[in-house]
């Protein structure tokens, strides 16, 4: 008698963007082997479009970049990737842009952007909703799509939509990507006080998603954040109001259309990010760390600025150097082993800083972190004027030497910075920092120094930043920008900066912190308030809070519960799930990119789960 057909199986996958799409590649290209022939039926729920989901849908600006060059991002797997399944190729954003996704950009009105360009994020939006198509067609399932929300998840496995509709299911993917989260204290006096006194208060958020109408033409604004955010918070209120610009003998002037505010924009460091790199070097690319190894850190405790700090140090300067001697040996006074020989970047004494001053001679070629990171470190500038001539020399000194590849350390530093990247999330998976080292250490300062150096704007966004300040739009604030109210007025003032600015409007331009304890998303709340999934509140040593931490799963991306038992039916993928890789769902060709690893062990998994019983034993009897 043949043996009866299993009934179909059901998964539900809540959140509908790159992340599902990349592992549903993976689901399917792993089935023929696990899947046992089981009928399938998939449900993704997002109130946002399959393919791009919130943050790369359709529906935004298309003054709007990515911050990743088109020939830097794929969602299909290579010959690079180490994973257990097989490799399907498949077009990178550049190879797509210049075959099939031609004619589909034309049809949106896009130009197809070169290799080397900066996309609009509506050139992504239009990639993903094809390779959207594309999974969904070699999927060995059925698949539906739900535009709404999910709002419950019951401990029988249904998943409650907003309109009420459930799902029964077999299995659940929580792929949510960035989550919204309730209002800080701090934002929530800060938003009391400026209705109060009549003010506009913006607090950080997702840009693209901010209401910007109560930024009134013409008036003065007070910003306070320099990066990604600020670049769009820039663009939507001068380009997206009209204005526009034109370009003569090199040089960018802005033509305001009379809409827009004036933006007063300082920060921490008081100058923006640095600007990407314009050039690609062969045979550069991240390699594996020599000092910061997880030999190095061993399986204990870790104190951040003891043990981990000096040799992230190391790391970063002997990118530098290695580089700078190799390709650059004119700018040198002695050979690389001899150099290397006296290598301690460590050394507070004066002798490494010695031996680089007789062996580097320019101190534009030399590598000092600390100088990196904080460029207005100790300066004091008597009035506005002064400061924002120095801050113009500044953005136009590091967009000529980003755009150099004689500065090639430069791009050696960015590779490291990857691969460091990498190493410390394993030791933040594995527990290894504690809680305070890991929020105030790695998330804020250390993160910062990696999106500041690795993570800023086009070299056009920075042309453009220097063209809205000729004319007016944008001025200067400075380093550690404070923000009060007083007298009915937002004042701000930087201890760099004599003086003050007075303003009716204050941004924040960042994105807030990643807080699962605050997520205003009521289907994570009410998980995590039944103890079907788990998250830590952090503590820092003197017992203040540092608030919430990640979603807790174990090292398969299933999710554990409040009591520490495991869910083997729930999977968690994303920026706040701990130990979750390439949070973007997309990572660089020909980079093993972690995120697709990932996706393919858990592709595996699920598939293993789903799999008739008498595969199943099949398997475990092979």
């Not at 004119?330 to 460590?346: I, L, Q």
């Not at 999934?533 to 990640?550: C, K, P, R, V, Y």
Request: hydrophobic share 40%.
């Amino acid at each position: 008698m043949r043996p009866r057909k299993a009934p179909p199986a059901t998964v539900v996958f809540v959140g509908g963007g790159p992340r599902t799409v990349g592992l549903l590649e993976r689901f399917a290209a792993n089935a023929d082997e696990l899947l046992g022939g089981r009928d399938v039926h998939i449900h993704v729920v997002d109130p946002y479009p399959a393919g791009g989901g919130r943050i790369w849908r359709r529906e935004q600006s298309r003054l709007l970049w990515m911050n990743s060059m088109t020939s830097d991002v794929t969602i299909f797997t290579d010959e690079s990737v180490e994973c257990e399944g097989p490799v399907v190729p498949g077009p990178d954003l550049a190879t797509w842009v210049a075959g099939e996704g031609a004619v589909i950009l034309e049809k949106a009105g896009l130009e197809p952007p070169g290799p080397m360009d900066f996309p609009p994020r509506l050139v992504q939006a239009e990639y993903l909703a094809w390779v959207w198509e594309r999974v969904v067609r070699e999927l060995p399932a059925t698949v539906s799509t739900h535009r709404e929300r999910a709002v419950e998840v019951t401990a029988d496995r249904r998943v409650i939509l907003e309109s009420g509709t459930e799902l029964a299911a077999d299995a659940v993917v929580l792929a949510l990507g960035y989550l919204d989260r309730l209002p800080t204290a701090s934002e929530s006096a800060w938003a009391a006080q400026a209705a109060d006194a009549g003010l506009t208060y913006v607090p950080p958020g997702y840009t693209a998603d901010v209401d910007l109408d109560g930024l009134w033409p013409r008036a003065p604004v007070i910003v306070r954040g320099f990066g990604q955010a600020f670049v769009d918070l820039m663009v939507l209120l001068t380009e997206g109001r009209g204005g526009w610009y034109d370009e003569c003998d090199g040089l960018l002037t802005y033509r305001p259309s009379g809409d827009e505010p004036i933006l007063y924009v300082g920060s921490r460091r008081g100058v923006p990010y640095h600007a990407k790199l314009g050039y690609t070097v062969a045979g550069t690319k991240p390699v594996p760390t020599r000092y910061l190894t997880k030999e190095a850190l061993g399986d204990g405790p870790l104190d951040f600025d003891r043990d981990v700090l000096p040799l992230i140090e190391k790391e970063l300067a002997y990118a530098h150097y290695k580089q700078l001697f190799a390709a650059h040996p004119e700018r040198v006074r002695m050979p690389w082993e001899e150099f290397a020989k006296g290598f301690d970047p460590g050394d507070t004494a004066g002798g490494w800083a010695g031996q680089v001053g007789s062996a580097v001679p320019d101190p534009g070629d030399r590598f000092v972190r600390g100088a990196v990171d904080r460029p207005l470190g100790g300066l004091f500038f008597e009035g506005p004027e002064g400061f924002e001539r120095y801050l113009v020399e500044l953005i136009e000194d590091d967009l000529l030497r980003r755009s150099d590849p004689s500065y090639s350390a430069d791009l050696a530093v960015f590779n490291a910075l990857l691969s460091i990247y990498s190493v410390l999330s394993r030791a933040i998976t594995d527990g290894q920092l504690s809680d305070e080292d890991r929020v105030r250490k790695v998330e804020s300062e250390w993160h910062g120094f990696f999106s500041f150096v690795a993570s800023g704007p086009p070299p056009r966004r920075l042309e453009e930043l220097l063209a809205l300040h000729r004319a007016g739009i944008v001025r200067f604030a400075g380093p550690e920008l404070d923000v009060a109210i007083d007298n009915d007025e937002f004042v701000a003032r930087s201890p760099g900066v004599a003086g003050e600015i007075r303003a009716s409007a204050f941004v924040e331009a960042r994105l807030p912190r990643p807080d699962v304890l605050a997520a205003s998303d009521p289907l994570l709340r009410g998980l995590l308030d039944s103890g079907a999934l788990a998250a830590d509140e952090l503590f820092a040593s003197d017992g203040s809070s540092l608030g919430g931490g990640q979603l807790k799963a174990d090292s398969r991306s299933r999710a554990i519960r409040a009591d520490g038992s495991v869910d083997p039916a729930l999977f968690l993928l994303g920026p706040s799930v701990s130990g979750s890789a390439g949070s973007s769902g997309f990572s660089r060709p020909h980079f093993n990119g972690p995120g697709f690893r990932q996706n393919d062990a858990v592709a595996r998994d699920l598939l293993t789960l789903l799999a008739p019983t008498v595969r199943k034993e099949e398997r475990h009897a092979s």
